[in-house]
């Protein structure tokens, strides 16, 4: 592997281990609201199961990136940022956290770790995808489960307005501009990192096939969403 590309591919896992860490610490959190806002129990134990699932991905993607060459790694964090408009009732706030972890950023995972599972990557990578993608697949399903409780309970619609700061929370800074020789290398994808364009193309169809489709079912105007990824397109070409 050329040390560029191998370069990449050790700071995608390490990328992806503090995401991990993170997601550990924020499912940690919504444990505790999910409960105090007297959620079903299974939605509260699938809350604490992902927030154990994420702490022992972090641990995979730490190994991944330490094969790979990466010698130092950021602290582990011991706060997560809120993500909700902190104007908004503490019911909204935690369906807006949910939906966007969850429903989107979990959903997005999802589709990126099933086009990584290429037949040629190394055996323990193709491991550690695996077992990633089972477990992200649960934790997308508990985010749609509490938009389908909220939804009976009453209009989820306001979250209209705020998916597209959803949406901007979890695309990559760079995810809409063209891409440097070396992140659209082939060799990346079987050592579980998608070429710059082909990340793109998973993110925005992930959300027209799965996400937007999800959210209309429960009454979410998807508009405002669907403009921002016109102009986010338009303007990365």
């Not at 290398?185 to 489709?213: I, M, N, Q, Y």
Request: glycine letters at 6%.
């Amino acid at each position: 592997m050329p040390d560029l590309v191998r370069r990449l591919v050790a700071e995608a896992w390490t990328f992806r281990r503090q995401v991990e860490l993170d997601a550990e610490l924020r499912f940690v959190r919504l444990t505790e609201r999910l409960a105090g806002l007297g959620a079903p129990e299974p939605l509260v134990d699938l809350a604490r199961r992902a927030a154990e699932d994420e702490r022992r991905h972090a641990g995979m993607c730490e190994r991944l990136a330490r094969e790979y060459g990466q010698e130092a790694l950021p602290p582990v964090p011991v706060a997560v940022e809120e993500v909700a408009p902190p104007a908004l009732p503490l019911r909204e706030q935690v369906l807006y956290e949910v939906v966007a972890a969850c429903c989107i950023t979990e959903t997005e995972s999802t589709a990126v770790l099933t086009t990584l599972l290429v037949p040629d990557g190394p055996p323990r990578v193709r491991a550690v995808l695996r077992d990633i993608l089972r477990d992200e697949v649960a934790h997308s399903r508990l985010g749609w489960a509490w938009l389908s409780h909220e939804h009976e309970r009453g209009a989820v619609g306001f979250l209209s307005r705020h998916v597209p700061a959803m949406l901007e929370g979890t695309a990559a800074p760079n995810l809409f501009a063209p891409g440097r020789p070396e992140e659209e290398s082939p060799a990346l994808l079987k050592h579980g990192v998608l070429p710059h364009a082909r990340k793109r193309e998973t993110f925005v169809r992930a959300l027209r096939d799965v996400v937007f489709p999800g959210l209309e079912r429960f009454g979410v105007d998807t508009a405002p969403a669907r403009t921002w990824v016109e102009r986010r397109s338009a303007a990365g070409a």
